[in-house]
């Protein structure tokens, strides 16, 4: 195999993990639409959502192109089995209440801005130009979070208990984010991507950072599940994928 071909394998498996990730997250926050606690987090949480499936676009069709099989973001995104997905674990975690949300949220979307922030940098124009755009975007997701959180956890007995309890849960399933693929390392040497552990620093001290503010304590280290990016999942994403897929999967091809 020639480096070039390589390194084509290799960003299309990062690719896909990262338009995975942002899509199935996505798809888990249209389920908020119409049922948020108030009318103008309804919206925000539907636009929050909007912007994932927009990003993960951006990364699937890029996917397809490398791919060479003339795979559309679209075949991508409905065609694949759970097993051919590579989303990271958490994401793909049942909703809850909205503290589990936004903790949900908060802890992807730290994970997301700064590896975004890092791809500025990228040596390959196309996913540099992607980072630029979608950025903007997360650092406005983040800030939205955040400040739930921080209201949440200053809040009344059980919205602290409600957050705290989110993170506890949903803790298990953060080392997945930064799980190294085979191929990373071949990226990393050509300046397309960031070194993870990186990412994991900038990560861990905003995550400190807020959920101080919110007098939440982080959990301490214990069994964490790993394997979305081998296209290791809990039952959740079965489901998930059903509901998206539907329509595609009864009416192969329908277009609009």
Same mark, same amino acid.
């Given at each position: 195999?020639? +480096? ?12 896909? *993990?990262?338009?995975? $990730? ?9 389920? *908020? ?8 987090? +309804? ?7 909007? +912007?994932?499936?927009?990003? $993960? %676009? ?16 679209? #075949?991508? /995104?409905?065609? %694949? ?9 958490? =994401? ?29 940098? $990228?040596? @390959? ?9 979608? =950025? ?10 955040? #400040? ?17 309890? &989110?993170?506890? @849960?949903? *803790? ?8 190294? &693929?085979?191929? +990373?390392?071949?990226? =990393?040497?050509?300046?397309? =991507? ?8 900038? *990560? ?17 280290? $214990? ?25 595609? %999967?009864?009416?192969?091809? /329908?277009?609009?």
């Amino acid at each position: 195999m020639s +480096d070039a071909t390589a390194v084509n394998k290799s960003l299309l498996n990062y690719l896909l *993990w990262l338009g995975d $990730s942002n899509l199935v997250l996505g798809h888990r926050l249209s389920e *908020w639409c119409g049922h948020g606690p108030i009318l103008e987090e +309804d919206i925000a949480i539907t636009n929050i959502a909007l +912007d994932l499936i927009g990003a $993960s %676009r951006l990364y699937l069709t890029y996917a397809g192109e490398l791919e060479g099989k003339g795979h559309t973001e679209d #075949d991508l /995104a409905y065609l %694949r089995d759970v097993m051919n997905y590579k989303n990271c674990i958490l =994401v793909e975690q049942l909703n809850g209440d909205f503290a589990n949300t936004m903790m949900r949220q908060f802890l992807f979307t730290a994970f997301s801005y700064h590896l975004q922030t890092a791809l500025l940098n $990228s040596t @390959n124009e196309q996913l540099r130009a992607i980072a630029e755009k979608s =950025v903007k975007e997360t650092t406005y997701h983040l800030r939205h979070c955040s #400040d739930w959180l921080i209201r949440l956890g200053g809040g009344t007995e059980e919205s602290h208990k409600r957050t705290q309890d &989110a993170v506890d @849960n949903l *803790w298990m399933f953060t080392d997945d984010m930064f799980e190294v &693929a085979e191929g +990373d390392k071949l990226l =990393v040497t050509e300046k397309i =991507v960031p070194e993870m552990a990186t990412i994991y620093k900038q *990560w861990e001290a905003t995550v400190k950072q807020v959920l101080d503010e919110a007098t939440i304590k982080v959990p301490q280290r $214990s069994y964490m599940m790993k394997g979305g990016r081998k296209g290791i999942h809990t039952e959740h994403l079965g489901f998930l994928l059903a509901e998206m897929q539907f329509m595609q %999967r009864a009416y192969p091809g /329908a277009k609009w």
